[in-house]
């Protein structure tokens, strides 16, 4: 899941759990020792979460869904679409909020060092209520990446799909919250 599904998996936990939590897929390798223990904490939740929803059926059944060539890329616009059926619905956005602040306010690994700047400057975790920005951030992303844009190759299976992709979100949250929640 992104950015706004680990908040909220993560909000119950300090800052510094929280932050572990929104900058894990910055951070390589299993030597976590340079971090606060707390934020190592975190790091290591984020990648719980990834590896269960990675293999959740639910999520596994809408990779299959996806056009051949894209299924690669289809965990990673799933978990924004996963982040865009959240905001959709979200009635308290005091987590967004809070993990902006958190963001402001410490250093992000380099490899996030010039993407999170822009995510908390333009809103992002808000923005993905939107679907059409969600798509639009699918495809961005998928330019920062080699080769041609499969990211942005998935988005019309993504319209396409959005009721499916819906009816799997509506039962892969709550499992995972109950799971893995904080």
């Keep these: 899941m992104n950015f706004l599904a680990h908040a909220l998996l993560a909000r119950k936990g300090s800052d510094d759990f929280l932050y572990g939590n929104l900058i894990a897929d910055g951070v390589k390798g299993s030597d976590?020792?340079?971090w606060p223990d707390e934020v190592g904490y975190g790091i290591r939740h984020h990648r719980r979460v990834d590896a269960v929803v990675d293999a959740h059926p639910d999520v596994?059944?809408?990779?299959?869904?996806?056009?051949?060539?894209?299924?690669?890329?289809?965990?990673?616009?799933?978990?924004?679409?996963?982040d865009h059926f959240i905001a959709r619905d979200l009635d308290d956005d005091s987590i967004i909020e809070r993990a902006y602040h958190v963001l402001r306010n410490r250093?992000?690994?380099?490899?996030?060092?010039?993407?999170?700047?822009?995510?908390?400057?333009?809103?992002?975790?808000?923005?993905?209520?939107d679907f059409d920005f969600t798509c639009r951030a699918v495809a961005g992303l998928g330019r920062?990446?080699?080769?041609?844009n499969r990211l942005a190759a998935l988005v019309p299976w993504l319209e396409g799909d959005?009721?499916?992709?819906?009816?799997?979100?509506?039962?892969?949250?709550?499992?995972?919250?109950?799971?893995?929640?904080?």
């Design 60 to 82: 596994v059944a809408a990779r299959a869904r996806a056009p051949r060539d894209g299924r690669r890329f289809a965990g990673v616009a799933l978990d924004m679409v996963w």
């Design 144 to 148: 920062r990446l080699s080769g041609p």
């Design 32 to 34: 976590l020792s340079g």
């Design 107 to 129: 250093q992000a690994p380099a490899r996030l060092g010039s993407m999170i700047p822009a995510m908390v400057s333009q809103d992002w975790l808000r923005g993905y209520a």
């Design 162 to 182: 959005y009721e499916l992709l819906e009816n799997d979100f509506q039962r892969l949250w709550p499992d995972i919250r109950a799971r893995l929640g904080r």
